[in-house]
């Protein structure tokens, strides 16, 4: 049987639907696409401030494109329809958007991300002004007389030249002028046949994007808690709203700030600092628990928005210092220099937060407990299964150690995250995957106990500004022999600077491992080193990870905790 349901269900032409505080009329659509974007270039629709930045990544644009020309369905677009005014952002896909003049504004609930991509790439023009260095990926191509054997026809060009004649700029196709403008230099390096098929190929594609029909979903009329809740509910494509933005979006009070924009800028600020960026729900988890909630993991945003609601400005200024010193804490006592290599950031980052605001100079057994706590919990995997008793229990727990009420002995037999005698470490890893906490710990312990490194040059350097500027590629793969048994142990992987010395990888690795040796640094040893330039790779593997399992574990024999069971294990793939 046929129905008229959309995706979301929604049977239309206006359903209606009434939640307290006004009445909520759906109104499903379909648009041309091009009608669609007008919209926006007139003001008329709007993406409000709280919505989240444009993340797409360039490959997902592409996509769009080329699932557009297909005539692949994209997904509704969820807008709301209001007389209420909402901060909206001035700039669509780093375009410039008028101001309206109409009474009745339609804001961009779900879909902020497709409308960028469509409006930025279709309407900017060559005199938009300078552009920044990001920029390119506005410049998307239909790349003409491809056939159909390529996945995705469409493509960006980051070079300074020109892009090739037969490169259709996706800003020509809706406008007349610009499309016969392009046609014009075509004509100037092809002739006859060619040029013939190649203009009624993009004469095809210009059409078929601007005959696209979209599927909108309206909700008229409402207020703004109404309209959050929908969106939270449709969650199209699995694109939930953070809980800062869910927060900053029930919480908003117009303005220039929101609540996400200032979380934001406080991880920006940190990230500037060399920590790296810590994630937006962190930093939300963060500013809840230093604004004495208990519920940070919660899903019921709207009781937690009215509950924080007047003591937000406070709570951000608070949270600024606290996350500081908290991240000071991890780079100078524990020696976790980066925020992508600290095993559980939502849990571990937050609880410090909390603890460096209500005691922001620790006494000495208060910090040395923390470096433990930070230790015991990153092996003993504590936060890989937090859930909201967990985690309300773990906040109560470090309020009391905070504020001097308990100690440690004292929090024995709880099973809390200071019960230190139930946690016990897991193995070495057997696999090197920085999605394990396991895994990032042992990390964290190599470079403390590593910190420096010797270029081929004899230039020393740290082997964190390797991570931190390389990422996962700073992990160099020792072997890269396929079929080892234990290829992927974290005794094939070392930080090393990259190679520019201009000498083959071979050579770059033997002569860095062959300094690392005569340092004694990184797990390497003369024998093992006999062993790599022998060809002897499993025997070598195994040398060095058994050799840095035992540096490592004399490190957890520090701790005072009791000691794994088992040598070596598959590490579990428990980060948040």
């Given amino acids: 049987m046929t129905t008229d349901a959309d995706e979301h269900g929604l049977t239309g032409p206006e359903n209606l639907t009434s939640s307290g505080g006004g009445q909520l009329r759906v109104q499903p659509e379909v648009n041309l696409l091009e009608g669609f974007l007008d919209e926006v270039h007139v003001g008329q629709l709007r993406v409000p401030k709280f919505?989240?930045?444009?993340?797409?990544?360039?490959?997902?644009?592409?996509?769009?494109?080329?699932?557009?020309?297909?005539?692949?369905?994209?997904?509704?677009?969820?807008?709301?329809?209001?007389?209420?005014?909402?901060?909206?952002?001035?700039?669509?896909?780093?375009?410039?958007?008028?101001?309206?003049?109409?009474?009745?504004?339609?804001?961009?609930?779900?879909?902020?991300?497709?409308?960028?991509?469509?409006?930025?790439?279709?309407?900017?023009?060559?005199?938009?002004?300078?552009?920044g260095p990001d920029d390119w990926k506005w410049r998307v191509y239909r790349v003409l007389g491809a056939g159909d054997t390529r996945s995705n026809r469409y493509?960006?060009?980051?070079?300074?030249?020109?892009?090739?004649?037969?490169?259709?700029?996706m800003r020509s196709v809706l406008k007349t002028l610009d499309f016969l403008s392009y046609a014009r230099r075509l004509g100037d390096t092809r002739r006859g046949p060619a040029f013939d098929a190649l203009?009624?190929?993009?004469?095809?594609?210009?059409?078929r994007i601007k005959s696209y029909k979209i599927s909108v979903v309206k909700l008229l009329g409402g207020d703004l808690s109404q309209a959050v809740e929908v969106f939270s509910r449709?969650?199209?494509?699995?694109?939930?709203?953070?809980?800062?933005?869910?927060?900053?979006?029930?919480?908003?009070?117009?303005?220039?700030?929101?609540?996400?924009?200032?979380?934001?800028?406080?991880?920006?600020?940190?990230?500037g600092e060399g920590f790296g960026r810590i994630n937006s729900t962190t930093g939300f988890r963060a500013l809840l628990a230093v604004a004495g909630e208990e519920e940070v993991t919660g899903a019921r945003w709207d009781v937690l928005a009215r509950r924080v609601?007047?003591?937000?400005?406070?709570?951000?200024?608070?949270?600024?210092?606290?996350?500081?010193?908290?991240?000071?804490?991890?780079?100078?006592?524990?020696?976790?220099?980066?925020?992508?290599?600290?095993?559980?950031?939502?849990?571990?980052?937050?609880?410090?937060?909390?603890?460096?605001?209500?005691?922001?100079?620790?006494?000495?057994?208060?910090?040395?407990a923390l470096v433990r706590w930070f230790w015991i919990t990153s092996w003993s995997g504590h936060f890989a299964s937090v859930n909201s008793t967990t985690s309300r229990q773990s906040i109560q727990d470090m309020w009391a150690f905070a504020e001097?009420?308990?100690?440690?002995?004292?929090?024995?037999?709880?099973?809390?995250?200071?019960?230190?005698?139930?946690?016990?470490?897991?193995?070495?890893?057997?696999?090197?995957?920085?999605?394990?906490?396991?895994v990032r710990a042992y990390v964290l312990w190599e470079l403390k106990t590593y910190p420096i490194r010797r270029s081929l040059n004899g230039r020393e350097y740290a082997a964190v500004d390797v991570v931190r500027d390389h990422d996962t590629a700073g992990f160099r793969k020792l072997i890269?022999?396929?079929?080892?048994?234990?290829?992927?142990?974290?005794?094939?992987?070392?930080?090393?600077?990259?190679?520019?010395?201009?000498?083959?990888?071979?050579?770059?690795?033997?002569?860095?491992?062959?300094?690392?040796?005569?340092?004694?640094?990184?797990?390497?040893?003369?024998?093992?080193?006999?062993?790599?330039?022998?060809?002897?790779?499993?025997?070598?593997?195994?040398?060095?990870?058994?050799?840095?399992?035992?540096?490592?574990?004399?490190?957890i024999n520090q701790m005072g905790?009791?000691?794994?069971?088992?040598?070596?294990?598959?590490?579990?793939?428990?980060?948040?």
């Fill in 199 to 207: 203009i009624e190929e993009a004469e095809q594609v210009a059409q």
């Fill in 309 to 368: 609601e007047g003591k937000i400005e406070r709570a951000v200024h608070d949270t600024d210092e606290a996350l500081s010193r908290a991240v000071a804490f991890l780079k100078t006592k524990v020696g976790a220099p980066l925020a992508r290599l600290v095993p559980y950031p939502n849990a571990q980052l937050m609880l410090l937060a909390q603890f460096f605001h209500l005691r922001p100079e620790p006494t000495q057994g208060q910090s040395d």
């Fill in 51 to 131: 919505q989240r930045p444009f993340v797409w990544r360039p490959e997902q644009m592409l996509d769009l494109f080329d699932s557009i020309e297909r005539g692949y369905p994209i997904g509704s677009v969820l807008l709301w329809k209001t007389n209420l005014e909402l901060e909206s952002l001035k700039q669509v896909g780093g375009l410039r958007v008028p101001e309206s003049s109409g009474s009745d504004l339609t804001y961009v609930l779900d879909g902020h991300q497709r409308l960028s991509t469509l409006y930025s790439c279709l309407y900017r023009r060559d005199d938009d002004g300078e552009e």
């Fill in 480 to 555: 890269s022999i396929s079929g080892l048994a234990n290829g992927s142990s974290p005794g094939n992987r070392a930080v090393l600077e990259p190679n520019s010395f201009a000498i083959p990888t071979d050579r770059f690795l033997h002569r860095s491992l062959r300094m690392a040796a005569e340092d004694g640094a990184v797990g390497m040893s003369p024998d093992a080193l006999v062993l790599y330039e022998s060809g002897a790779a499993e025997e070598f593997i195994s040398l060095r990870a058994s050799r840095l399992a035992e540096q490592e574990l004399a490190f």
């Fill in 404 to 438: 001097g009420q308990m100690h440690l002995a004292d929090f024995a037999g709880s099973q809390g995250m200071f019960d230190f005698v139930e946690q016990r470490p897991r193995p070495f890893p057997e696999r090197f995957d920085l999605r394990s906490a396991r």
């Fill in 155 to 169: 493509v960006h060009w980051r070079k300074a030249a020109a892009p090739p004649d037969n490169y259709l700029p």
């Fill in 234 to 271: 449709v969650n199209s494509k699995g694109q939930e709203m953070s809980p800062d933005q869910m927060v900053s979006a029930l919480t908003y009070a117009g303005g220039s700030t929101t609540l996400a924009d200032s979380i934001d800028g406080i991880l920006e600020r940190i990230e």
């Fill in 561 to 576: 905790v009791a000691i794994p069971t088992q040598r070596a294990a598959e590490p579990d793939i428990d980060t948040e």
